[in-house]
């Protein structure tokens, strides 16, 4: 009520003051006209909009007795429209530091994130007056999500949905067994604040991402707050598990007394006293009914099975397959689905490997096949997830010079040795595959004779006695080379252990022929979504890569086959305005985790040509953070 009284106070002031002025009185008070100018010759409003036509509200509010005021706008807004009008009609108006001025009306445009400036000008004649106006550019207020990771826990495979813009609400479907969900919200402004509720917090996860999911459906809500504190959006997630399938025992002809004699598996199901099993597979396979299949999903205890047997193991998780679809796609019902697991040496193929130049140390052939009803059999070559099978050694290899390859066929029918990401411990082989088939553990011992003092050499050797990289002949490796598009792709899926297809008839691109020596790579790579070619349909095989588009293809790595913790907070480079908004995510991102760093002068040099030992460092050091569980 004071305020408002004070504002009509102030009217009645002004409108007095020009009566008086008009009548020269003022003149016997000792006020002149010019002192009474700013009255009569001020604005009676004073409105800003943006390039959205929000308008804004000057602080203080706009009062023809006021100055100076203050303006605070998004750095995301890039133009402001300012109208001024006058007290007196006829009176001019003009600006400064502003972009253009038409009539009463201004432009100016807000490109930076800096204070701007401007004054308006009521003129008439020898009256006039002056508004001020600071504008100061504030955080944006971005509320939205780019990325909602959901990790199955329990199953080890990521459930995460797909985020869309203007979407609030997400669901996914993970298996009955599962227990725990590990959640990542990225929000698109990393500075907005996250809050999650729902679930059962894990008392043993202080970070609070992990959660436990007792109930059948669970909810969770998500908010998210802009940096400045100001806009706060709810994001619903909803978690439901899968119908535990039902499995109907055999019943007996004595009323459903029989005793049925129970599996390895079934025992083990039934004895369990920890999330994990082993079976043991005393011949060269195991079979795997559709009940115990099914009791095995059904279940909420056992969430890993170990088929342990001499050549080898496998380890089997739910959350591996997509058991429903894998039913659908042989014609049959969950509850038919019927499976074999095949696990042996293969001394054929280490004699083959050995008279192509290998010294193998072991071998192991994997076989998951899919049994119809009829009892044909059919392998799942492409399982879609890595999976774990382990192979013991005599003794414990020499770490360093160790490798492992699956055993596949190019186009053209000829053995092919594929590297595959593995571990070691103690004489136990662990190797991730996307694909089974005949494993072999090989000796190696490699280096070259250019690469002796060259600062990446431990790198080169690595990768070299991985498989992974080539020389170029005569025991050189030609670090400082740079490396084509085509010959970083053939690394990429090398380091992966992709499967190259049988045949690349019907290339996606323009200039990648069938013959080509890099076509299948090619389609491996675009297939599992690595690489991607160009808008005009070239992918470019002998076009140098660039160091921006290597960051993009080890970023996608990242999420294709997972990786441990999380990246640190990335500073950015002296270059960091050149470097383009579509690679500026991944490069940031590898920045934090150490897998690329700045040239001297601290600058990225995105657009810069890869030379092959920078390639090769990169694969490295990303190789050390891949977990492979994807």
Same mark, same amino acid.
């Given at each position: 009520?004071?305020?408002?009284?004070?504002?009509?106070?102030?009217?009645?002031t002004?409108i007095?003051?020009?009566?008086l002025?008009?009548?020269g009185l003022?003149?016997?008070?000792?006020?002149?006209?010019?002192?009474?100018?700013?009255e009569?010759?001020?604005?009676t409003?004073?409105?800003?909009?943006d390039?959205?036509?929000?308008?804004?509200?000057? =602080?203080?509010?706009?009062d023809?007795?006021q100055?100076?005021y203050?303006l605070?706008?998004e750095?995301?807004v890039?133009?402001?429209?300012?109208?001024?009008?006058?007290?007196?009609?006829?009176?001019?108006?003009?600006?400064?530091g502003?972009t %253009?001025?038409?009539?009463g009306?201004?432009?100016?445009?807000?490109?930076?994130?800096?204070t701007?400036?401007?004054?308006?000008?009521v003129?008439?004649?020898?009256?006039?007056?002056s508004?001020?106006?600071?504008?100061?550019?504030?955080?944006p207020?971005d509320s939205?999500i780019?990325?909602?990771?959901?990790?199955d826990n329990?199953?080890?495979?990521?459930?995460?949905?797909?985020?869309?813009?203007?979407?609030?609400?997400?669901?996914?479907?993970?298996?009955?067994?599962?227990?725990?969900?590990?959640?990542?919200?990225?929000?698109?402004?990393?500075?907005?604040?996250?809050?999650?509720?729902?679930?059962?917090?894990?008392?043993e996860?202080p970070?609070?991402?992990?959660?436990?999911i007792?109930?059948?459906t669970?909810i969770?809500?998500?908010?998210?707050?802009?940096p400045?504190?100001t806009?706060t959006?709810t994001?619903?997630?909803?978690?439901?598990?899968?119908?535990?399938?039902?499995?109907i025992?055999?019943?007996?002809?004595?009323?459903g007394?029989?005793?049925?004699?129970s %599996?390895?598996?079934?025992?083990?199901l039934n004895?369990?006293?920890?999330?994990?099993?082993?079976?043991?597979?005393?011949?060269?396979s195991?079979?795997?009914?559709?009940?115990?299949?099914?009791?095995?999903?059904?279940?909420?205890?056992v969430?890993?099975?170990?088929?342990?047997s001499?050549?080898?193991?496998y380890?089997?998780?739910p959350?591996?397959?997509?058991?429903?679809?894998l039913?659908t796609?042989?014609?049959?019902?969950?509850?038919d689905?019927?499976?074999?697991?095949e696990?042996?040496?293969?001394?054929?193929?280490?004699?083959?490997?050995?008279?192509?130049?290998?010294?193998?140390?072991?071998?192991?052939?994997f076989?998951?096949?899919?049994v119809?009803?009829?009892?044909?059999?059919?392998?799942?070559n492409?399982?879609?997830?890595?999976?774990?099978?382990?192979?013991?050694l005599?003794?414990?290899?020499?770490?360093?010079?160790?490798?492992v390859?699956?055993?596949?066929?190019?186009?053209?029918g000829?053995t092919?040795y594929?590297?595959?990401?593995? =571990?070691?411990?103690? %004489?136990?082989?662990s190797?991730?595959?996307?694909?089974?088939?005949?494993?072999?553990?090989?000796?190696?011992?490699?280096?070259?004779?250019?690469?002796?003092?060259?600062?990446?050499k431990k790198?080169?050797?690595?990768?070299?006695n991985?498989?992974?990289?080539d020389?170029?002949?005569?025991?050189?490796?030609?670090?400082n080379?740079?490396?084509?598009?085509?010959e970083? =792709?053939?690394?990429?899926?090398?380091?992966?252990?992709?499967?190259t297809?049988?045949?690349?008839?019907g290339?996606?691109f323009?200039?990648?022929?069938?013959?080509?020596?890099?076509?299948?790579?090619?389609?491996?790579?675009?297939?599992?979504g690595?690489?991607?070619?160009?808008?005009?349909?070239e992918?470019?095989?002998?076009?140098?890569? =660039?160091?921006?588009?290597m960051?993009?293809i080890?970023?996608?790595?990242?999420?294709?086959a997972?990786?441990?913790n999380?990246?640190n907070?990335?500073?950015?480079?002296?270059?960091?305005?050149?470097i383009p908004?579509?690679?500026?995510?991944?490069?940031?991102?590898?920045?934090?985790?150490?897998?690329?760093?700045?040239?001297?002068?601290?600058e990225?040099?995105?657009?810069?040509?890869?030379?092959?030992a920078?390639?090769?460092?990169?694969?490295?050091?990303?190789?050390?953070?891949?977990?492979?569980?994807?």
């Open positions: 009520m004071i305020i408002s009284n004070l504002g009509k106070m102030k009217k009645w002004s007095l003051l020009i009566i002025l008009s009548a003022l003149s016997s008070l000792g006020i002149s006209k010019v002192q009474a100018a700013n009569e010759h001020g604005l409003n004073l409105t800003i909009k390039q959205n036509n929000h308008e804004y509200t000057l =602080t203080p509010e706009f023809s007795w100055w100076t203050d605070s706008v750095t995301s890039t133009q402001l429209t300012i109208e001024a009008t006058p007290l007196i009609e006829g009176a001019e108006i003009t600006y400064d502003v %253009s001025q038409t009539g009306t201004a432009i100016l445009a807000t490109p930076d994130s800096k701007y400036v401007v004054h308006v000008h003129d008439q004649g020898d009256k006039s007056a508004y001020q106006i600071i504008i100061n550019r504030t955080g207020k939205s780019k990325e909602l990771s959901v990790f329990t199953n080890e495979v990521y459930k995460s949905p797909v985020v869309m813009p203007g979407v609030k609400e997400y669901s996914v479907e993970v298996e009955s067994n599962t227990k725990q969900l590990l959640m990542f919200v990225y929000p698109t402004d990393d500075k907005a604040k996250v809050a999650i509720t729902g679930g059962v917090q894990d008392p996860e970070i609070k991402q992990m959660y436990d007792p109930d059948k669970t969770f809500t998500i908010n998210v707050t802009s400045d504190g806009v959006e994001y619903k997630l909803t978690v439901m598990k899968k119908d535990a399938a039902v499995v025992p055999p019943s007996g002809g004595d009323g007394n029989t005793v049925v004699a %599996s390895p598996l079934e025992e083990a004895n369990a006293t920890s999330s994990t099993v082993t079976v043991k597979v005393t011949g060269s195991i079979s795997i009914s559709a009940a115990e299949l099914a009791k095995f999903l059904a279940q909420n205890k969430d890993t099975i170990v088929f342990d001499q050549a080898g193991s380890i089997l998780k959350g591996q397959y997509d058991w429903s679809k039913a796609l042989f014609g049959l019902s969950l509850t689905l019927q499976l074999k697991l696990v042996a040496a293969d001394q054929a193929a280490s004699d083959s490997a050995e008279k192509a130049g290998f010294d193998v140390l072991g071998s192991a052939s076989k998951l096949k899919a119809k009803k009829d009892g044909q059999e059919i392998v799942l492409d399982l879609g997830h890595y999976i774990k099978r382990t192979v013991k005599g003794s414990q290899p020499n770490i360093g010079h160790v490798a390859v699956r055993v596949d066929k190019d186009g053209k000829n092919v594929t590297p595959v990401p593995f =571990t070691v411990s103690g %004489s136990e082989v190797i991730m595959s996307r694909t089974d088939g005949t494993f072999l553990i090989v000796q190696t011992d490699k280096s070259f004779t250019d690469t002796a003092a060259h600062w990446a790198e080169i050797d690595a990768l070299s991985l498989l992974i990289v020389g170029v002949g005569n025991g050189s490796f030609d670090p080379r740079s490396i084509t598009r085509a970083f =792709t053939a690394l990429v899926v090398r380091l992966f252990g992709l499967a297809p049988a045949t690349t008839s290339s996606t323009d200039d990648v022929q069938s013959g080509d020596w890099f076509a299948s790579v090619v389609a491996s790579a675009t297939g599992a690595l690489i991607n070619g160009y808008a005009d349909g992918f470019r095989p002998d076009q140098t890569i =660039t160091r921006e588009e960051a993009v080890l970023s996608r790595g990242l999420a294709f997972g990786y441990a999380d990246a907070k990335a500073g950015d480079f002296a270059d960091q305005g050149d908004a579509w690679a500026a995510e991944a490069i940031s991102q590898l920045a934090g985790f150490g897998v690329v760093n700045g040239k001297p002068g601290n990225f040099d995105p657009e810069g040509d890869a030379t092959r920078e390639s090769v460092v990169m694969l490295y050091r990303l190789l050390s953070i891949l977990t492979f569980t994807k």
